[in-house]
Structures are given as structure tokens and as C-alpha cells.
């Protein structure tokens, strides 16, 4: 069986799998930060799944700076890692297991090729919106992860030169622009009381005016960052996921704004909402470890 793991900024959720299918599923608050307790918890749940039969690889994702390849987090800001941390040494170490980590958006890229809203994709392009933007490339049904595993920062496109300054130390990223609280604090220019996206899309489907044109610019603002994605690869398909793309008409809509963007050869570009919703990371850990297994390797 396969264990898979994916560390969020407050839980770990956990699915055990047997083929396809899991056997067990889970999750675990954190608690604490850092990398101590961290490993606490990873074993925690190893404890938990290991009666249900016996692991034979366990496959992590996180979101920070992942590099895969080393098994390594270099830093994640929401989990207090701020230095290198072999995580895969040292839980392979410790159950003489093939341990397998990855980047949680890349891993959701890799769920929805493999299981989910790209399955019959060669060639894709996955992007989450959620507190930030974060996207993958999945290229001839690999990751693409370019020259260290850093590939995909689609959230620092800069779509606004010299705009507003977001936490990587530059200016006018499309995140600042695209992401939910984004959304959320154009629509508060509007009207102050709106503080979160359940509210927001309330008042939307309400027809409130001013709610309504803040969306319709964020929408413009997603297009901006697609545009360009659409260009440097011409994907078989854009999935959208995070929990806000559940709003059944900006799929659509999206599409539709897009493919009026982009130079006239582009406009047949196809854009479809993420299938497996937050269990898309644990699906793309599942495929991983079985690919790595295959190919021999334990990290
Ligand atoms: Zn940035």
C-alpha cells in the first residue's frame, strides 16, 4: 500500500492506498510549528495507517519550496521551516521506506492529469487560485519542473509593471491582482463589508452592481495571466482549481474572455474546472510513488 501525505498550513490529510482505491483516509491537526513536530506527525499518521497493512512507499506533498529531487523542503513559510529540511531522508531513514515529496500545487497538477479534468491531456496547464496563484505545466504527461523543481511560479507573472508590491520583493505579480483576496479586497473598495468570498458571491448572484463589476474585473485579471500561459505553450487545456472556481459560471466565462484575448491561432484554447477538488494532491502523490517505483528510485 501506498501512503500518501499532504501537509496543509494547519493539518496533515492522509489517504492510504490500495491500487486506486484508498483503503483509509484521514487527518490530523499540526498544532505547533516547525520541523520537529512536524516529523512527529508524519509518524503519527505512519502509526495510524500501518495496521491497516503493510506501506511499501510514502509520498508527501507541501506547499513552500519543495525540491523533489534532493527530498527536500528548502523553506515554507506557513509551517515555520525556514532552513533546509530532509524530510524524505529522515522518514525513509527511520521505516527503511521509499519516501517521495513534492510541491502541493505540482502534485494537484499531477492528480488532475493523472485521475481527473486533464486525463486525456498530453500537454496542460494547472492553475489554483486561492491566498496566492499557484500553477504547474505538465508537459507530454510530465511535470515540467525546469533546471531545480522551481517551475510554474505562475502567481509571479508580473502583469501590472510597477503595481502593487507583493511578498516576493517585486512589483505587479498576478497574484496581487488574481487571487481570492484580491477579489475580496476590490469588491471591499465597492462596500467595506464584505470580508470573504462566500459573501461576495451572495451579493454577486443578488445582482449587486458594484460586486458584480469586481468580479468582472478579476476575471479580466485571470485572463491577463492566461493569455500569456496560452502563448508559451499552447496547452491541450487550462484546469482552474481552489475552492473558489466552484462558482459554476467563471469557468465559462473565463473561457469565453480568453479565447477573445489571445491572438486569433490561440482561440480555440480550452479551459475546464479541477475535477477532485482537495483531494487532487494525495490522487498526484499516488501516481507519483507509483511512477518512481517503477523507475527504481527511493527518493
Ligand atoms: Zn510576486
Redesign the pocket.
Known sequence: MILTIDIGGSALKYALFEGELPEMKGELTLGERGAENLIKKICEVYDICSEAGRIKAIAIDSAGLIDSNKGQIISAANLGIDEPLPLCDIIGEKYGLPVYIANDVNAAAIGEMAYGAARENVNYVFVAFGTGVGGAAVVGRRLYEGKRGLAGEI??FITHPNGLP?P?G?KG?F?RYASVPALVAKAAEHDPSVTNGRELFDRYYAGDENIVKAVDEWMDEIVLGLVSITHLLDPGAIVLGGGIMNEKFLVPEIEKRLRAAVMKEYSNICVRGAELGNAAALYGMLFRANLRLKEGKNR
Request: aromatic letters at 0%; proline letters at 0%.
Open positions: 502567481g509571479h507583493c516576493c517585486r505579480c497574484e
